[in-house]
């Protein structure tokens, strides 16, 4: 199943459409939900705020059929379900989607703050949801049918590649593997994902992939090489995470600047070790 954060945003809606897509590509199931306070979902119309509360119910309940409409629109044969969830939003849709094969929101929610990059919801669910997260930015000219995967000399583990080369798969879209180096690691040495990825070549044989390595700091590199891409795949952690974070410095870069949907797969420690 993949769960789908709408608050009403465009944002919101792109989110919604994307993971319509998603869903028909994988033959899941859809859960859109939206969050709103808990106080609010309770129908005990005795008390204070009891008018309040109905009218965030039913605005919540037009954000829902709203994201639900453009789902079908998008996927006609889609299996969609919807529903509120109460508390904070972050909490809310990492517990929804514990048990999800993804999470998918939008860059945005209407609560953003004017010149932020990223909502703070987007940001507070990628890299600690127990699934992939998609961060959906609309965009405005159709994407080349290309997936990138980025990779670098931080061990990703296994999870992330995997992710982008099924999703290829699916897709039919070609996979571009990217590779940032530095002075200290020349272009052509070998990276600590490249086993990995060689395992990933055989395992989807009908893949196109491309592996690039190209001079630069990571987070340059890969929002150039995504630029225009369907998506751009990450693990939580690469070059530059401090230990204790629970997402890595060029995950949260791109996330806050790439022009395309980023999915952010987690990778735990011991995860990262099978991965070698």
């Known amino acids: 199943m993949i769960v789908t954060g709408v608050d009403g945003s465009e944002a919101g809606v792109a989110a919604a459409r994307w993971s319509a897509r998603s869903a028909a590509q994988r033959g899941s199931a859809l ?6 306070p808990a106080w609010a979902c309770d129908p005990d119309e005795s008390g ?3 008018g309040v509360a109905r009218w965030m119910r039913a605005g ?12 079908r629109e998008e996927a006609p044969g889609a299996v969609v379900s919807s529903g509120r969830l109460p508390g904070d939003p972050r909490g809310a849709l990492i517990a929804a989607a514990a048990d999800a094969e993804l999470l998918v929101v939008g860059n945005h929610g209407i609560g953003g703050f004017r010149g932020a990059l990223l909502g703070s919801v987007a940001l507070g669910v990628a890299g600690r949801a127990a699934c992939p997260v998609a961060v959906v930015r609309d965009q405005a000219v159709p994407p080349r049918p290309e997936l990138v995967l980025g990779v670098d000399d931080a061990d990703i583990g296994a999870a992330p590649i995997e992710f982008a080369f099924a999703e290829a798969a699916r897709t039919g879209a070609a996979l571009i593997v990217v590779h940032a180096t530095t002075n200290d690691v020349p272009a052509g040495s070998p990276h600590t994902a490249a086993r990995a990825v060689a395992a990933a070549r055989v395992r989807h044989p009908a893949v196109k992939v491309a592996e690039l390595d190209v001079p630069g700091h990571p987070v340059d590199v890969l929002l150039d090489a995504a630029s225009g891409a369907e998506c751009l795949v990450v693990g939580s952690r690469g070059v530059g995470g401090l230990t204790g974070l629970l997402l890595g410095s060029v995950s949260h870069g ?6 395309c949907p980023v999915v952010v797969v ?3 420690s011991g995860e990262a070790q099978e991965g070698r």
């Not at 859960?31 to 709103?36: C, E, L, N, T």
């Open 60 to 71: 919540a309940q037009a954000v829902l059929d709203e994201a639900v409409t453009a789902v």
């Open 31 to 36: 859960r859109v939900v939206h969050v709103m």
């Open 266 to 268: 987690p990778t735990s």
């Open 254 to 259: 791109v996330l806050h600047h790439a022009g």
């Open 48 to 50: 204070p705020y009891a």
